[in-house]
């Protein structure tokens, strides 16, 4: 089992930045893939960002493109989301992902990874 926790979360005007964290303690990045998605009440969970196991570039949803940044610091065993120049369609949990299998083809789909956070509340707001 992998546990994964993120933290950053919070309430940011329109127009403003987030630093989103996930920890997975003791798990390493290096050849698993790891991502972002994110829920709004009434809504299917979708796809925000992932980096694939194979460690080449990441992929996000068009949304997202140039505003959002994901890395990841497998000393601290953290991976991260950066979000500049948020706007109030931004609102949601944002969950972080982990999967040691998925196949590129299937990053965009939230039922193909196997770990998952708890899930972190961001919402943009003025």
């Known amino acids: 089992q992998v546990q994964l926790v993120e933290s950053g979360g919070d309430l940011v005007q329109p127009g403003g930045s987030l630093r989103l964290s996930c920890v997975a303690p003791g798990r390493t990045f290096r050849g698993v893939a790891v991502g972002w998605f994110r829920q709004s009440p009434g809504k299917e969970r979708e796809f925000v960002a992932c980096?694939?196991?194979?460690?080449?570039?990441?992929s996000y949803r068009d949304s997202v493109q140039g505003r959002f940044t994901i890395s990841t610091d497998d000393a601290k065993k953290t991976v991260f989301l950066h979000m500049n120049s948020l706007k109030s369609e931004d609102t949601a949990v944002y969950y972080c992902?982990?999967?040691?299998?998925?196949?590129?083809?299937?990053?965009?789909?939230?039922?193909?990874?196997?770990?998952w956070g708890q899930g972190t509340q961001v919402t943009v707001s003025s």
């Open positions: 992902a982990y999967d040691q299998r998925i196949i590129t083809s299937s990053l965009r789909n939230p039922d193909h990874w196997d770990y």
């Open positions: 980096i694939p196991r194979t460690g080449g570039r990441a």
